[in-house]
Each structure stands twice: as C-alpha cells, then as structure tokens.
C-alpha cells in the first residue's frame, strides 16, 4: 500500500524534517507512526499525501511513483486516502451531513448515491442520528467521529490519522482506535501517527518510530519478535 524508499525531506530554509527513510505498509495493515514532537511525522504523512513532495527517495501508493505523479493528478491519488486531522477541520457552516457529504459532492457523484453514502458512514460511527446537527453542538469524540466518517466515505483503501486522539480523554481514545480496528478488520490499511504511547503498548500493531527525522525501528525486527 505504501512503500517509502530513502525518503528525505529538507524544508526550505535548511531543515531536515526526515532523513532516509525507509518502510513499508502491506495492503489492510495497521501500523502507528510514533516520535516526539517535531521528529517528523506530520512530514511523513503529508508526504503519503502529496501536501509536500520529498527532497530525495521515492514514495509508492499503491505502487505508483509519486514522483512521477504531475499536480493536476494529485485529487486523484488523494481519493484513494482519507485522512483524519487532530482538529478534524469540519466546517462549521454546513451540518454534519454536509460536511460527510464534502468528499462525494467534489467527486461529482449523483445525489442519490451521496446521501446513501454519507447515511452509511454516518452508521459505522454511531453518528446516524445527528445528521442535521452542526458540528458545534457536538462533543469532542462525536466532532471526531464526524472526521472520520468524511475520511471513509468513499472508502478509501489507506486511512491515515494525525495524532487523532490529541484532544480525546483515553476511554474516548480507546473507541476512535476500536474504530479505525474495525475498518481495519474490513481490509482497509491504517497509519496513526501518535505520541499516546500508552495506547499503542495496549495494542499488538507494528510502530514505526522516527527520532529527529530518522525511523530508529526496524520493522523486520519487531516482527522475528
Ligand atoms: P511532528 O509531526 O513529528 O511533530 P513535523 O513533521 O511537523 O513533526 O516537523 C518535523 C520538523 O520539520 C520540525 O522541526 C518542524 O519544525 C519542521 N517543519 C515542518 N513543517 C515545516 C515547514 N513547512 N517549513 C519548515 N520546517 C517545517
Ligand atoms: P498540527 O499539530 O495541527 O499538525 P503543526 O504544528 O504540525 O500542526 O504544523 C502546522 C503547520 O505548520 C503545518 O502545515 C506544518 O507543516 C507547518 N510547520 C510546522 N513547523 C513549521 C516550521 N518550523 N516552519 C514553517 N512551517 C511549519
């Protein structure tokens, strides 16, 4: 699903926010994304992504080179990938059935499959019955779990998560993480960058670790292990 291969970042200015990094994520894998602030794991994902384009290396989706992938074509790459954000970055004018909706409506699929999709979505989270509500009556799980749904709308076959657990108590951690476990179990890959370490020592997943840029785990290792 992905494969990163000597990958460096350097932003202008001369910061080097990742340095040859190397590993892979297998199609329906879960792995976390761990290290301390700044060690680059935002980069990384943004990377996956196509918000920034590496300095050296080459990253693979689904085995095409994001080298080789123009501007114009990136919406495309992107629609195989729902992200998750901390602040889960829904938009307070449109109810939360618009803002599931959001991904589909730019897509320019038909109405009619739209509001299916959202419904479904909005079903997998729990959400169903707050669907003409504003995303600021809700709590702060609920207002992730929103996220969420927009992120699997079209189900995706990659979800990436930034630190989505950031502004969660653990118990409501716990079930977003039972979440992105379910749509897992469903086939779809998974890459949760956290610093939560409690919670991913409560799970038998894969971490990759960055330190100041560099993946100091070895994923071969954890596996013998
Ligand atoms: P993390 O997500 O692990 O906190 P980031 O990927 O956000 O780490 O940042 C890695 C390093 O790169 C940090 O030192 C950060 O300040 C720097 N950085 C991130 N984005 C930019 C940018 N757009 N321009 C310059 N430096 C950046
Ligand atoms: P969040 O916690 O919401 O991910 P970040 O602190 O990672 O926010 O960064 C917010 C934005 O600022 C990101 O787009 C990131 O790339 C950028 N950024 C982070 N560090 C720097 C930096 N040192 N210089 C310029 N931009 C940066």
Do not use: W
């Not at 060690?39 to 920034?52: D, F, N, P, R």
């Not at 729990?126 to 749904?149: H, M, Y």
């Not at 989505?164 to 993480?177: A, C, F, K, W």
């Amino acid at each position: 699903m992905i494969q990163f291969e000597n990958v460096s970042k350097t932003y202008p200015g001369g910061h080097r926010a990742l340095e040859k990094v190397s590993f892979e994520l297998a199609d329906g894998e879960l792995a976390f994304l761990t290290g301390h602030s700044g060690a680059g794991k935002s980069t990384l994902l943004k990377l996956i992504s196509v918000m920034e384009r590496p300095s050296a290396g080459h990253v693979y989706i689904n085995g095409v080179n994001l080298n080789v992938v123009k501007n114009r074509q990136i919406p495309y790459v992107r629609r195989d990938i729902g992200i998750i954000f901390q602040n889960h970055r829904l938009l307070d004018r449109y109810n939360v059935f618009d803002n599931v909706a959001l991904p589909l409506v730019i897509e320019g699929m038909h109405h009619k499959n739209i509001t299916k999709r959202v419904h479904a979505a909005l079903d997998k989270v729990g959400l169903l019955n707050k669907v003409k509500c504003q995303p600021s009556t809700l709590s702060g799980g609920e207002q992730q779990r929103v996220g969420i749904a927009r992120a699997i709308v079209n189900s995706p076959p990659l979800l990436l998560a930034d630190e989505p657990t950031g502004n969660l108590d653990p118990e409501l951690s716990m079930e977003i993480l039972k979440l992105f476990e379910d749509f897992n179990r469903h086939g779809t890959a998974v890459l949760i960058a956290t610093h939560d370490l409690g919670l991913i020592a409560r799970m038998k997943y894969k971490s990759l670790t960055l330190d100041h840029g560099r993946l100091i785990t070895d994923p071969l290792a954890q596996e013998v292990l």
